[in-house]
Every structure is written in structure tokens, then in C-alpha cells.
């Protein structure tokens, strides 16, 4: 059965860096677009960044545009977001997706990873 897992979350300072990999197990997941999202307690998931499915082509929420970089390595079924001068804002669980295209609606992705956390405090 085709399924993603993220790691790679943690606790980091304000300011500091993480990078989160996503496994792509099975499945064709090299044909999709992918992306990330986050949800924060008592807020909705929200679009980070995502990338085609040949990795030529990215898109980024304007709060993380500068600071994240998504990437791909299709050879090894690998998504990475890495994440330098992480704020508090950040905090949130982050989810690994996949889709046909690089829509920035959640609901327009069927193939989702059980999640990270991420926690930027000092």
C-alpha cells in the first residue's frame, strides 16, 4: 500500500533550522506533484510550498517565501523542506502531500503522511 512518512520535526530556537523528509513507500508517487502543509492547534491546514513532479517548478506561501526551500529526489522517492530562520509562527504539525499538479488546496489532495511536529521556542 502506497503511504508517505514525514520525519525529521523537532524543538529549534527561534532563528534556527530543520529539515523535513518525506518517504514516498510504494506507489507512483514520482508522477505527482508534492507539497507541504502545516496545521497549528485550532487553526485549518494551511499550504507551506510544493513542487511539479520533476522538481523544475516551486511555490511557496508568501510568509515562508525566503526562508523554506522544498525539493525533490525522485530517484530516492524523497521530498525535503528545509527550514532556516524558523519563528514562533511556525509551530504547527507538518504533513507531506501528493497530487496530480501543485494545487495549493488541501482538499485537493488525496495521499497524505501521519504528520511532524514542529516547535520553535525558545
Known amino acids: 500500500q502506497a503511504q508517505l512518512v514525514e520525519s525529521g520535526g523537532g524543538l529549534v530556537q527561534p532563528g534556527g533550522s530543520l529539515r523535513l523528509s518525506c518517504e514516498a513507500r510504494g506507489g507512483t508517487f514520482y508522477m505527482y506533484g508534492r507539497a507541504w502543509f502545516r496545521q497549528a492547534p485550532g487553526k485549518e491546514r494551511e499550504f507551506v510550498a510544493a513542487?511539479?513532479?520533476?522538481?523544475?517548478?516551486?511555490y511557496y506561501e508568501d510568509s515562508v517565501q525566503g526562508r523554506f526551500t522544498i525539493s525533490r529526489d525522485n530517484d530516492k522517492n524523497m521530498v525535503y523542506l528545509q527550514m532556516n530562520s524558523l519563528e514562533a509562527e511556525d509551530t504547527a504539525v507538518y504533513y507531506c502531500?501528493?497530487?496530480?499538479?501543485?494545487?495549493?488546496?488541501?482538499?485537493?489532495?488525496?495521499?497524505w503522511g501521519q504528520g511532524t511536529q514542529v516547535t520553535v521556542s525558545s
Open positions: 502531500a501528493a497530487a496530480p499538479g501543485t494545487p495549493r488546496n488541501a482538499a485537493a489532495y488525496n495521499n
Open positions: 513542487i511539479d513532479r520533476i522538481g523544475a517548478t516551486t
